[in-house]
């Protein structure tokens, strides 16, 4: 009687023990799905607020280079330099250069 009642408490430790292993392994593996879901979550808005910085810059953008073509217009700039910096339109004058004095 006494080997059973040793042998049935050491089979009693023996699923004890493995069973607190099992749940040892069961809370680290939920600890580990909980810190890679924050971890995913915080990517995420990471992940957003840096597509709306992009959006606002892609819009910047777009309005910088619409200025630089508006800026870069003859007519524009002949304006300027009459109205502001008082150039006057030179005539053209045609030259016409002959060799050996013909």
């Known amino acids: 009687m ?13 699923a004890r023990f493995y069973s607190v292993i099992g749940l040892g392994f069961f809370g680290l593996f939920i600890c580990l799905k909980v810190a890679l879901n924050v971890s995913i979550d915080h990517t995420n808005r990471e992940k957003s607020k840096l597509l ?17 073509e508006k800026l870069k217009e003859p007519d524009r700039i002949k304006k300027i330099a009459r109205e502001e910096l ?5 005539r053209k004058i045609n030259l016409e250069l002959y060799p050996d004095g013909e």
């Open 52 to 68: 709306d910085r992009l959006k606002n810059l892609s819009d910047q953008n777009a309005e910088l280079v619409s200025q630089v």
């Open 2 to 14: 006494n080997q059973k009642t040793g042998k049935k408490k050491q089979s009693e430790k023996r």
């Open 86 to 90: 008082n150039f006057v339109p030179v």
